[in-house]
């Protein structure tokens, strides 16, 4: 087999999982999706647009279906007028918490500024590892 530049020992090399990782949580809200669903256990539609300052209705509805299509949340229709829509976490989506929670306390510890309270108290973060 003639040599290629995919058959380079840094292209070989390239960590699957990290690379699969960021290809489906990909999108510079979907861990901020995440954590207000984990730490509120229901959010629907209108709320978590309030909570996200900046994102745009469109933004949040396609993030919002790029998650569900990927297994880590799970969208509940409510057949009422006007209609109502829950999300809460999949098994899949309650097994990247403790992920979320580690990346959520790194970036207070090494991001924020050092005058930062954090809203959440240590309990509310224990209580949401344990889901």
Not at 89 to 114: D, I, N, R, Y
Request: charged share 25%.
């Amino acid at each position: 087999m003639t040599d290629n530049k995919f058959r380079k020992r840094e292209v070989m090399a390239r960590c699957v999982p990290m690379n699969t990782l960021q290809a489906v949580l990909s999108g510079k809200w979907k861990f901020l999706i995440l954590w207000y669903i984990a730490f509120y256990k229901v959010q629907r539609f209108g709320e978590l647009l309030r909570r996200m300052e900046g994102i745009t209705q469109s933004t949040l509805t396609k993030q919002l279906r790029e998650l569900e299509d990927d297994g880590f949340i799970h969208r509940e229709i409510y057949k009422e007028i006007p209609p109502k829509v829950e999300y809460t976490l999949t098994e899949l989506g309650k097994s990247f918490v403790p992920v979320l929670t580690q990346m959520m306390m790194w970036s207070q510890t090494h991001l924020c500024a050092p005058d930062y309270v954090c809203p959440y108290s240590e309990e509310e973060i224990k209580e949401l590892l344990n889901l």
